[in-house]
């Protein structure tokens, strides 16, 4: 019953940008710490951003810092990814998931997965 389903993925030309969205149901977001994460092929899954639900405090990794945006809409239960500049190496399955309030930003502290949804950044 417990839901986290994203969307907004697909395919994008670099240096543009999507949003994408993570909506919950059968909990209530603003209880958690939120955090979007990304997997390529042959490569390790790897926090994106996150942002903590007790303090408000966000985490960009070094590769987005300045081009991505995680924001949450507690009354929609709702939280996203605005993702600007996007660049070839950011193409990678993002997954939004749901951790205890004092997670950090490393995909083990996170309990609750949506399914993915592709982004593909090429010319």
């Known amino acids: 019953q417990l839901q986290l389903v994203e969307s907004g993925g697909g395919l994008v030309q670099p240096g543009g940008s999507l949003r994408l969205s993570c909506a919950a149901s059968g909990f209530t977001l603003d209880y958690y710490a939120i955090g979007w994460f990304r997997q390529a092929p042959g490569k390790e899954r790897e926090g994106v951003s996150c942002i903590s639900s007790s303090d408000g405090s966000t985490y960009y990794a070094d590769s987005v810092k300045g081009r991505f945006t995680i924001s949450r809409d507690n009354a929609k239960n709702t939280v996203y990814l605005q993702m600007n500049s996007l660049k070839p190496e950011d193409t990678a399955v993002y997954y939004c998931?749901?951790?205890?309030?004092?997670?950090?930003?490393?995909?083990?502290?996170?309990?609750?997965w949506g399914q993915g949804t592709q982004v593909t950044v090429s010319s």
């Open positions: 998931a749901a951790g205890a309030v004092q997670a950090m930003c490393a995909p083990y502290e996170y309990d609750y």
